[in-house]
């Protein structure tokens, strides 16, 4: 599989799931390229599992994808440990690997199902552009019978908060489109704020669409709780010391 | 052995005596001797103690010991206690001072006496068994004050107990035993700091040594003199000198007939560990490479020949200071050298071994930075680092430690040395340290600190009073325009110099921490030391 069918491998299936995270894109079109490939020894799997991987990470450059990349990886160079004979290796690879992309896919779930009881009858909540695992979260919630409404920030340059408020109002929650330079003005009557995250770096903390750390040290400032929800694969090997450095 | 007592006795401690001031080692009759004439004295002493307290009866022993228990905790929290009041301290410690000394044996035989009450209650009740409530409920009180004497006492390590005579005599008589002298404190210690040593440079412990002491190895004599005088500084140093003397003794060690390779050498080892001590008390580095010689050697199988398990011992020392130290160094730097960037302003305070090493390496690797030392007095270390990288051909700038709040917006990040990490994420490092990392959070600068895994170390601090170093207070008097004012310091009562050594640095003033084992946040300090006690 080179890297032309990669790309489109991975393109097509974010075509085909919108709601998907890109990372599990990645790690799905890993699998695949895993099941394709033909090579003969498990040092010659792993070298072209990370040219594929980099090839991926030139088509995505989401912190996202790079780090269910590395995942991924890890996670192969561990089963090859237990077996010697590459075929019956290969095999159990394919299995672990689908049996990883079952639990990731459920992530979401998971993540709703424990973030919902941080929403209480009758709260405001603040959020921060179009966030997937956000809007699950508060779709448990409101499925929960909860009363509450939202704030959304525009977040340009993409406005992608309004794709948010346009979600929410399907799901008849109260929401108010904010500018992003109203935060510290709204954050007043605001309850509890929630962001998702693109990813988690090893310092704790997070990296996210542009304004969010100025929504967290507004938060701060008025003593608002801020969460961040995450699944667990974007956990990634980064340590910057300070915003400029994403390295 | 049928020889009469009296005079026989006498010449024996005569002979003792000798040979402790010839500086010879006492054999082992010697010793067993001494033993016995102690235990001897401490039974009289019980005795007499016994006697006393059976006859008071049942009632003042119960409200003795009720009185013994919250004395004992609060002679452990008399250190901390000294910070509020400093001139009331002196009171209450003279007061408590004769009460504690009979306490530990009163102790003992309160404790004798219990249980021939328990058991006396005991036998009672089993005869009266449906008799008195009242006679039960006397036993059951009787049984109450007992376990109340359960005292939950913290053992507090003696060097920061200087202020409390028991202590003091306790470590006088390890050293006695030991054949090692005692060093004595000088001058007039400020009282927040009154429970630590402070010891003159002027007065090293080797002058009270005789020559030839055969007592204590030469090379961990030179050792301790290099320590006190200065001579090895910086806790990588000292740790590889200390395992390079180790080594050396280990060279020339011989077991003796009918002993244990493993266990005597390590009992040789233990007042060359004090005489050390006593020179300059011990870094956390020191103590964690002695844990490993003293594993390493009890762990030689017995049947293992003399010259094969001391050339096991001498690759273990080998390995450790290559892995550990070495090989440690190289890792970091290796890590450390992606943190720099082109155009950067490191800032270093004082000479650090370690972060010395990753400039020289990120300057091989052609990286574009210029340094700036921050120094201190009295050690003035920043000189060492300013002559050491100017040699490299790194440019640098050298200010004092007064000036940093003026030249930290110039600088972008700070990298700083540590002597040991504590299990909660403080740094312990050269006194200094907390204020550079203080003023760099308050410009928002990145602080790293660089330390190796072998210096993280299990106890718990969360200020620099508890446990620090007092160096020689003579250090601080200078002599400038040929005026020297302080030249008279102890004829004034009311002054005092204080020369801190260490101070402790909040792991929120620390943004990251470079180990060999990768970059960790401070907190994460407790979660590599339960890796590495899992591993050994």
């Known amino acids: 599989m080179n890297d032309e069918e990669l790309v489109e491998y991975f393109r097509a299936q974010m075509r085909k799931d919108p709601d998907m995270a890109s990372a599990v894109a990645a790690i799905r079109t890993l699998l695949e390229f895993l099941r394709r490939d033909k090579g003969e020894t498990i040092l010659g799997l792993r070298e072209s599992l990370t040219s594929a991987t980099d090839c991926l990470k030139g088509e995505d450059s989401s912190v996202a994808v790079s780090s269910g990349g590395e995942l991924f990886l890890r996670f192969i160079s561990l089963t090859s440990l237990e077996h010697q004979d590459l075929s019956c290796c290969k095999k159990v690879m394919e299995e672990r690997g689908e049996l990883f992309l079952e639990k990731i896919s459920m992530s979401r779930t998971k993540v709703a199902k424990l973030c919902h009881t941080f929403i209480k009858d009758g709260a405001k909540i603040l959020t921060h552009s179009y966030s997937r695992v956000v809007l699950r979260v508060l779709e448990k919630a409101a499925a929960e019978k909860k009363r509450f409404s939202v704030f959304v920030t525009e977040s340009q340059p993409d406005a992608a908060g309004r794709q948010m408020a346009e979600a929410l109002k399907n799901l008849h929650v109260p929401v108010t489109v904010v500018l992003d330079a109203a935060v510290g003005y709204v954050l007043e009557k605001v309850d509890l704020v929630i962001v998702g995250a693109e990813g988690v770096v090893e310092s704790g903390g997070i990296i996210n669409k542009i304004g969010t750390y100025q929504m967290a040290l507004s938060s701060k400032a008025h003593n608002k709780p801020f969460y961040v929800v995450a699944e667990s694969f974007k956990f990634v090997r980064l340590y910057p010391l300070r915003t400029y450095q994403m390295a | ?536």
């Open chain 2, 1 to 536: 052995m049928a020889d009469s007592g009296g005079t026989d006795e006498h010449d024996k401690k005569d002979d003792v005596e000798r040979s402790k001031s010839e500086g010879k080692e006492l054999t082992k009759e010697e010793k067993q001797r001494l033993r016995k004439e102690k235990k001897q004295q401490k039974k009289h002493k019980e005795k007499k103690d016994d006697k006393a307290s059976q006859e008071s009866g049942k009632e003042n022993k119960s409200a003795s010991s009720a009185a013994a228990a919250p004395q004992l905790p609060t002679q452990t929290v008399k250190a901390p206690s000294a910070v509020p009041a400093p001139a009331p301290v002196f009171v209450p410690a003279s007061s408590e001072a004769p009460a504690s000394a009979d306490k530990p044996t009163k102790t003992k035989a309160e404790l004798k006496a219990e249980r021939r009450a328990r058991q006396e209650a005991e036998r009672a009740s089993k005869q009266g068994k449906k008799g008195d409530p009242g006679q039960q409920a006397a036993s059951g009180k009787l049984k109450a004050p007992p376990s109340e004497l359960q005292p939950v006492v913290k053992r507090l390590p003696e060097h920061i107990q200087v202020d409390n005579p028991e202590v003091l005599k306790k470590l006088a008589k390890k050293l006695e035993r030991q054949q090692i002298p005692l060093r004595s404190d000088y001058g007039y210690k400020v009282s927040l700091f009154s429970h630590l040593h402070q010891y003159s440079r002027k007065a090293p412990l080797t002058q009270q040594l005789s020559i030839p002491s055969t007592v204590i190895h030469p090379a961990v004599v030179r050792l301790g003199l290099q320590y006190s005088q200065g001579i090895v500084a910086g806790s990588n140093a000292r740790s590889v000198a200390l395992l390079h003397a180790f080594k050396q003794v280990i060279r020339d060690y011989t077991t003796p007939p009918n002993e244990e390779l493993s266990r005597d050498l390590v009992n040789k080892l233990k007042p060359y560990i004090s005489f050390l001590n006593q020179c300059r008390p011990l870094s956390a580095s020191m103590g964690n490479a002695i844990k490993f010689v003293k594993k390493e050697i009890s762990n030689i199988p017995t049947q293992c020949k003399e010259e094969e398990a001391k050339s096991k011992i001498l690759n273990c020392i080998e390995w450790y200071i290559n892995d550990k130290i070495i090989l440690a160094a190289k890792a970091i730097a290796a890590s450390a050298i992606e943190k720099i960037s082109d155009e950067d302003v490191i800032l270093v305070y004082g000479c650090s071994s370690l972060v010395n090493h990753i400039l020289f390496e990120a300057f091989e690797k052609r990286r574009k930075f210029r340094v700036i030392v921050v120094d201190s007095r009295p050690r003035l270390e920043g000189r060492e680092a300013l002559r050491r990288l100017v040699q490299r051909g790194i440019s640098c700038t050298y200010v004092l430690i007064s000036a940093v709040s003026y030249i930290l917006p110039e600088v972008s990040k700070v990298f700083l040395g540590a002597h040991a990490l504590l299990a909660n994420g403080y740094v312990m490092s050269r006194v200094g340290t907390s204020q550079i990392a203080l003023v760099a959070k308050a410009f928002n600068v990145p602080v790293l600190v660089c330390c190796e895994t072998y210096k993280f170390c299990e106890r718990v601090q969360t200020d620099s009073f508890v446990s620090n170093e007092l160096d020689d207070p003579d250090d601080l008097i200078v002599t400038r325009k040929g005026k020297t004012h302080l030249e008279n310091w102890q004829e004034v009562p009311s002054l005092g110099l204080l020369n801190l050594v260490y101070d402790v640095t909040p792991p929120d003033f620390v943004d990251l921490v470079i180990t060999e084992l990768g970059m960790i946040p401070c907190t994460s300090v407790p979660v590599v030391l339960r890796v590495k006690n899992v591993d050994q």
